[in-house]
């Protein structure tokens, strides 16, 4: 078993940055994969982030991409998503995921392929 919690979320105002991280514990070394998802009121989860487990590749929703940055710390078994110039379309539940399945090589974008999930950061942008 795998135990995620996640933290940083906060309110913040649009153009502002936040970090947020997801800390991993229990039956670490069977994880494959890591990624962020979030979801905003009245609409289904989506994909934000991921990290391959091998090769340290990254990956990213076209919404976020080159305002967000994931990354993640292989001693500390912890993911960073590092977000800039937030806009209130930013807005939602973070939630960190981890998997035990499918390629540790290459990135999965679906929630059901991840098994592991934490309890979600509340992430409110204001304009």
């Known amino acids: 078993q795998v135990q995620l919690v996640e933290s940083g979320g906060q309110l913040v105002q649009a153009g502002g940055s936040l970090r947020l991280s997801c800390a991993a514990s229990g039956h670490t070394s069977s994880i494959y994969g890591m990624g962020w998802f979030r979801q905003a009121p009245g609409k289904a989860r989506e994909f934000v982030a991921t990290?391959?487990?091998?090769?340290?590749?990254?990956y990213y929703a076209d919404s976020v991409k080159g305002r967000f940055t994931i990354s993640r710390d292989n001693a500390k078994n912890t993911m960073i998503l590092q977000m800039n110039s937030l806009k209130p379309e930013d807005t939602a539940v973070y939630y960190c995921a981890a998997r035990d399945s499918g390629s540790p090589w290459r990135p999965h974008f679906v929630p059901q392929d991840y098994a592991y999930w934490g309890q979600g950061t509340q992430v409110t942008v204001s304009s």
């Open positions: 990290v391959t487990w091998s090769g340290d590749n990254t």
